[in-house]
């Protein structure tokens, strides 16, 4: 029997189309049948779980996780789903610990070993740890701290001194003033360090609640990079650049930035060490097979050498979207299929 491959998606959210559906799902499923892949969407409801699990693992021989994490309520019931089916033998795309590692945005203090991540970027898992680091972090430079949770810019604060400490200091008195900048819209606050902190300590509270403290970029003003991929394979390079204002570092189009679309060739010496580090990145993120859709982010630096190099700044693959590009749903089914035949190969 032709097994099916399954597409989950939820009901709802403001990523549907009049018909329901994301945009860009119907094109990857209409694509797959072109190709003689059956394929089918079924919207995860979680009082439905039982059932769509035992009809997934007599009928699918892949999934596609098309939810996007805003929209879904229950998300560890759907992971868990997403594990025994994998644990079944349907093949995952992603796995849903794929998921989880490669779209948190603790992946950075993950990868600190590859030539993708500084050595001084730090994960805080509980405030006690913030409180340790973060002012001598702050000591050596202008920092970023990224929350793991929301999107869109929110809780990406840019933090700078506003007068420099001074010859010796290697710490950030509480008491200090400090200059921050919210990338969901560049607009700036100035606060007392420890005020600040303490108002950041909601970030570390909670369901996977972390932070995220990296060097600022002062080149981020040139633009970031984003490498859209499927799987192993670049496809096309988003180059966002912020706002041309005094305090803009956000790539997000809410805070002005503006988007080109370029080729990977484009982007040749960023796209090869990409690839050169992949498997690195893939045995430090847990050996997964690679997320069908994803993408990667990175800025401008220069090394010691002089020389451009380029940071990553985050992952994503959740539910990267492509619905300005729906001629892209081929490029994917052919993927798919790909990904299918791997594993039958494996197997037999």
């Known amino acids: 029997m032709n097994k099916k491959v399954i597409f ?3 009901q709802g959210g403001t990523d549907k189309g009049p018909d329901g559906y994301r945009l860009d799902t119907m094109p990857m499923v209409n694509a797959l049948k072109q190709r003689g892949q059956d394929a089918e969407v079924i919207f995860f409801e979680v009082t439905k779980k039982d059932e769509i699990f035992d009809y997934v693992k007599e009928n699918g021989v892949a999934y596609v996780s098309r939810i996007n994490p805003g929209n879904l309520e229950h998300e560890e019931e759907y992971f868990e789903m997403l594990r025994e089916l994998c644990a079944a033998g349907v093949i995952g795309m992603p796995h849903p610990d794929a998921m989880i590692g490669y779209g948190s945005k603790d992946v950075l203090s993950k990868l600190v070993s590859t030539n993708l991540v500084p050595d001084d970027t730090f994960a805080y898992y509980t405030i006690e740890a913030f409180k340790a680091q973060f002012p001598t972090s702050l000591a050596l430079t202008e920092r970023v701290l990224k929350q793991n949770r929301g999107s869109t810019g929110e809780g990406i604060w840019r933090v700078k001194l ?5 010859a010796g200091i290697t710490e950030v008195p509480l008491d200090a003033k400090i200059k921050c900048t919210e990338a969901k819209d560049n607009h700036v606050e100035y606060w007392e360090l420890g005020a600040f902190m303490t108002f950041c300590e909601q970030y570390i509270t909670g369901s996977n609640g972390m932070l995220i403290d990296m060097r600022f970029l002062p080149r981020i003003t040139e633009g970031e990079i984003r490498l859209f991929m499927l799987r192993d394979k670049p496809v096309h390079v988003v180059h966002k650049k912020p706002a041309d204002t005094e305090d803009a570092f956000s790539a997000t189009l809410f805070s002005g930035a503006q988007y080109r679309y370029d ?3 484009d982007w040749e010496q960023l796209v090869q060490n990409f690839l050169t580090q992949l498997p690195l990145v893939t045995n430090l993120l ?7 859709i994803w993408t990667a982010d990175f800025m401008l630096d220069t090394n010691e050498a002089g020389e451009d190099c380029y940071i990553l700044g985050e992952m994503n693959c959740s539910c990267v979207g492509f619905t300005s590009e729906l001629t892209l749903a081929h490029q994917v089914a052919e993927e798919i299929i790909a990904c299918i035949e791997e594993h039958r ?3 037999a």
Request: charged content about 25%.
């Open 162 to 166: 506003v007068e420099p400490l001074a």
């Open 8 to 10: 989950f998606e939820v």
């Open 263 to 265: 080729k990977p060739e």
């Open 345 to 347: 190969t494996i197997s």
């Open 286 to 292: 847990g050996n997964y097979d690679l997320p069908l």
